[in-house]
C-alpha cells in the first residue's frame, strides 16, 4: 500500500481530520471550563456590539421579575379559604 493509500484508508476508517481534531478536544481535560470561557467572552462582544437592547433586555427581567413574584397567588392560602 502506498503512502498516500494509507492516509485515505485511515482517514475513511476514523473519520477525517477535524471529526478526529474534534474528538480529541472534547476529550480534553478541561475542554468544558474552556468552552464555557469562549462563551461568556462572545456574550461580552455581544454586549457591548448593542449596549441598547441589552439595556432594554436587562430593564425588563428587572422589572419583569419582581412583577411576575408580586402577582403569584400562593396556592396554600386558596386552599385554605375554600
Known sequence: MTVE???RAARIELGGIEEVKEHVRDART???????????????????RSPG????????????????????VDPLITLRTE
Open 30 to 48: 478541561g475542554a468544558l471550563l474552556e468552552q464555557c470561557l469562549q462563551d461568556l467572552q462572545y456574550g461580552g462582544r455581544v454586549v457591548r
Open 5 to 7: 493509500g494509507g492516509r
Open 53 to 72: 437592547f441589552t439595556c432594554v433586555v436587562v430593564l425588563t427581567l428587572a422589572l419583569g421579575m419582581p412583577a411576575r413574584r408580586a402577582t403569584r
